[in-house]
């Protein structure tokens, strides 16, 4: 009796859950929709204000702000301050999609929209949803995971193909060569159509440039199969 009790209270919760869930999908669908076309900007939480990567990256949302496009992010600090601000400096759009973590992630100052989530995988769909391409500044798990969710999204087609451009040579070339040989030529686990997917610079005009030029070849986001 006692484990049926406890089944049934689980089930309640998860109900609920479900709800919760589904408000935090809504209240994204409406708030981005209104926006027009975005770049979503990855990267470390870590990278202090002093860092070269810092300053770069809001070299980069100042760039993709005068491209004429809306600077989304993650809302934390770090390369996630820098972008937003970036954007700010700009008067551009600066969005972020901050997540509520045990250790509380505090939303950065240069928001002008913010958006909270407390599950993660909604977030991520809100990255992607509304974005015209993607940007991967230097950072660690938590941006190599967004950055070949990415990847992965638009090899099997669950979004339409979308301009990824990982900045830092330094940084990123290494990894690359890595696919190339490992997961290329050696075992065969991608296809040699995948590596250009990746454009790696270390220059915010040219990254915008790349976007922009794949854009027009009609490579931007007009659907996301949940």
């Known amino acids: 009796m006692a484990d049926q009790t406890q089944a049934q209270g689980t089930m309640h919760e998860d109900v609920w859950r479900i709800f919760r869930i589904m408000a935090e ?5 409406e708030t981005l929709s209104k926006f027009g076309r975005c770049v979503t900007i990855f990267g470390s ?4 204000v002093d860092h070269p990567h810092y300053r770069l990256t809001v070299d980069v949302a100042r ?9 989304i992010t993650g809302g934390g600090p770090g390369i996630m301050e820098a972008a937003n601000r970036g954007a700010h400096d700009e008067g551009g759009i600066s969005i972020g999609l901050n997540i509520q973590l045990p250790f509380e992630q505090h939303p950065n100052p240069y928001i002008k929209t913010m958006l909270n989530f407390k599950h993660f995988f909604v977030r991520k769909v809100m990255f992607l949803k509304y974005t015209s391409a993607v940007i991967v500044m230097p950072g660690g798990f938590g941006t190599l995971d967004e950055m070949f969710e990415t990847l992965t999204l638009v090899q099997t087609r669950k979004v339409d193909a979308m301009p990824l451009v990982l900045m830092g040579k330094d940084y990123w070339t290494g990894l690359v060569d890595w696919l190339k040989t490992k997961m290329l030529d050696e075992t065969g686990y991608i296809d040699a159509n995948d590596i250009p997917l990746i454009h790696i610079t270390d220059d915010p005009k040219e990254a915008v440039r790349v976007i922009t030029e794949r854009l027009k070849k009609g490579e931007s986001v007009s659907s996301f199969d949940l």
């Open 25 to 29: 999908f809504v209240e994204g669908f």
């Open 45 to 48: 939480a870590r990278t202090s």
């Open 63 to 71: 760039e993709v702000s005068r491209g004429g496009f809306g600077v």
